[in-house]
């Protein structure tokens, strides 16, 4: 979880100015001083504890402490939106007391109540939406999809950051029976199973080897999987971190693609199911190649991509006369965790936030699942924590 210093202190000069708005607005609004007071006093409190919250180590702290950042941070955010909105409305309730007319309090009023409701909304999405499970059923058609293949199905999750619920394997157990409930042929995950190290995923490898389908569960890294989240006292240990990753995805029946395939056979039919370590956009760290991969990528197999960052297929992967895949799975960009009537701000990082897409040629498709878990803030406002359920069509063209 990382703070730059910066945004923080621009943040951190904005709330200033804020609370010194609402201030001014409670001393010269009420007849009583106490409204003001408790503006001072409560302000003050959030503002000590924010101090505590950057003081409190991240990088190197345990995971309970992370946990209390990340709660005491979505707190104080929770606290600054609602004030933020109050007085963006009042100020314009205000606007016609440049022409020498009185304020419009109903806009005012209109804004506090806004202000209550996004609170609520906010803390809804923390404690009650961020477990909702929306199972998204999405069909795709394959130009030259082997016949056999014609209507198989796969179940993909991704982004876990199973760290986020300490050793409570409650929704974790949940999220697995719901999988294999929909009794697909394949089930893929697509990276950030942790939020820093392996050690988080110790309480749920019982929970999550329970995974079950006729194709197996086959699953890759995210950006958070490498340990490049914590700091390590050596190189030795960090590798000691993944050498864990490996063995506990091992003992959970899963199998981890590192830059490499499998081949998915029916009938007398087959697929090349790929997987690639993480690949995307800066600041994370390239450990993937598609090459090395599969190494003939213009063949006219069917390929099914497993790469987390979806910047990747943008980048590489669309409109490459080079590169023949058909479909790329990927994860990462949780929507930003906020979506309202189908927007979310993710969109202003990653046009391909959410959903399913295709490139110019309509040969590459990609399908972006927005996760199940919370990293940063532990609230989904919308965004609903999602399951995939992709069956594979021919292209009626053909």
């Excluded at 003001?36 to 505590?52: D, E, K, M, N």
């Excluded at 000691?240 to 003992?251: C, G, I, T």
């Excluded at 199911?273 to 993937?288: A, T």
């Amino acid at each position: 979880m990382r703070l730059p210093l910066v945004p923080m202190m621009i943040v951190l000069l904005v709330n200033v100015v804020i609370d010194y708005y609402i201030w001014r607005v409670a001393r010269g609004r009420c007849r009583s001083k106490v409204p003001s007071r408790i503006q001072l006093i409560s302000a003050s409190l959030i503002y000590l504890g924010l101090f505590v919250t950057i003081c409190l180590p991240r990088r190197s702290g345990s995971d309970d402490t992370l946990a209390i950042v990340m709660w005491l941070l979505f707190g104080y955010f929770s606290v600054l939106v609602s004030k933020a909105l109050f007085v963006i409305f009042d100020l314009l309730a205000s606007l016609p007391r440049i022409f020498g007319r009185r304020r419009v309090r109903w806009i005012s009023l209109a804004g506090g109540v806004l202000a209550v409701v996004a609170f609520l909304a906010m803390w809804w999405g923390a404690l009650v939406n961020r477990f909702r499970i929306d199972v998204k059923e999405v069909t795709v058609e394959i130009a030259g999809l082997p016949q056999e293949f014609d209507g198989f199905t796969i179940a993909q999750f991704s982004d876990f950051h199973v760290g986020t619920y300490g050793g409570d394997t409650t929704y974790v157990s949940h999220v697995v029976d719901r999988i294999n409930s929909l009794d697909t042929d394949l089930i893929v995950f697509t990276g950030d199973i942790v939020n820093r190290r392996t050690e988080e995923l110790l309480p749920f490898v019982g929970p999550l080897s329970r995974l079950d389908a006729p194709y197996g569960v086959y699953s890759i890294l995210g950006n958070h999987d490498y340990g490049d989240y914590s700091e390590w006292e050596s190189p030795t240990a960090k590798q000691a971190n993944m050498d864990e990753m490996y063995r506990l995805q091992k003992n959970m029946h899963w199998t981890l693609l590192l830059n490499e395939h499998e081949w998915l056979r029916r009938g007398n039919d087959s697929i090349a199911l790929v997987g690639v370590e993480n690949v995307g956009d800066p600041p994370f760290k390239i450990y993937g190649s598609l090459p090395q991969a599969y190494p003939t990528l213009s063949d006219d197999v069917t390929k099914i991509l497993l790469s987390h960052n979806p910047a990747h297929w943008t980048d590489d992967i669309a409109d490459n006369d080079s590169i023949n895949v058909a479909l790329t799975l990927s994860g990462h960009t949780h929507a930003m965790q906020i979506e309202v009537l189908g927007w979310s701000p993710a969109v202003f990082r990653y046009p391909t936030w959410g959903g399913l897409y295709s490139d110019s040629s309509h040969k590459s498709q990609l399908y972006v699942n927005i996760g199940l878990g919370a990293v940063g803030i532990p609230m989904r406002l919308g965004a609903t924590p999602e399951i995939t359920v992709l069956t594979l069509r021919r292209a009626r063209t053909e």
